[in-house]
């Protein structure tokens, strides 16, 4: 099973500040990552895949970079609804693993 | 647009069983592998099971192995859960998602989720 592990488990940054979110796996899987936000009481919702690839209509602010083991989801610019619960999720191999999640908080 | 709609969660005795459905909408279901996610109260993702477009391939995470039966209804546009043995471990809200592509196992739309809790 890959394991990903994601850094810090909170940030807590003000609205305007870049952010930095970083997730490690346990072997290489090439660029076969996503990242997804949560909001409380909502679902998730996909900002990345394939490493660094947006979906249509996702802020230009949400950008993904890394390959391999290291990854990193950086927000260039905090909104205030960007303050959420951030996951990665691997999809080289079953089972399908997502990391443990990084609070950002409002400093 | 898209639409993911779970139903069929619950309170339910340790050891009983439950079945969940997924009704989707506004796009062709039959070509998509499927996927349900659980997350526990206050805790992360975990990833349960999955379903390819035509069920010739299931997946599932260890710890439900044996236990949890991933299908689907085409024709019906349903994808469902059936769950026994059920344990306390298993209470979580679990959510139905949709794959990106049949080579892309990441998840672009998502259901509101449905509770399944589990009394011991």
């Known amino acids: 099973e890959i394991v990903l592990t994601q850094s810090p488990a909170t940030l807590s940054l003000s609205p305007g500040e870049r952010a930095t979110l970083s997730c490690r796996a346990s072997?290489?899987?090439?660029?076969?990552l996503a990242w997804y936000q949560q909001k409380p009481g909502q679902a998730p919702r996909l900002l990345i895949y394939?490493?660094?690839t947006r979906p249509a209509g996702l802020p230009a602010r949400f950008s993904g970079s890394g390959s391999g083991t290291d990854f990193t989801l950086t927000i260039s610019s905090l909104e205030p609804e960007d303050f959420a619960v951030y996951y990665c999720?691997?999809?080289?191999?079953?089972?399908?693993?997502f990391g443990q999640g990084t609070r950002l908080e409002i400093k | 647009e898209v639409q993911l709609v779970e139903s069929g969660g619950g309170l339910v005795q340790s050891g009983g069983s439950l079945r969940l459905s997924c009704a989707a909408s506004?796009?062709?279901?039959?070509?998509?592998?499927m996927t349900w996610v659980r997350q526990a109260p206050g805790k992360g993702l975990e990833w349960v099971a999955s379903?390819?477009?035509?069920?010739?391939?299931?997946h599932y995470v260890d710890s439900v192995k044996g236990r949890f039966t991933i299908s689907r209804d085409n024709a019906k546009d349903t994808l469902f859960l059936q769950m026994s043995s059920l344990r306390a471990e298993d209470t979580a809200l679990y959510y139905c998602?949709?794959?990106?592509?049949?080579?892309?196992?990441?998840?672009?739309?998502w259901g509101q989720g449905t509770l399944v809790t589990v009394s011991s």
């Open positions: 999720q691997q999809r080289l191999s079953w089972p399908i693993t």
């Open positions: 072997q290489g899987i090439s660029s076969y």
């Open positions: 506004g796009f062709s279901f039959s070509g998509y592998w």
């Open positions: 998602a949709r794959s990106l592509s049949a080579a892309r196992i990441s998840f672009d739309a």
């Open positions: 394939d490493a660094s």
């Open positions: 379903i390819k477009e035509d069920e010739s391939a299931k």
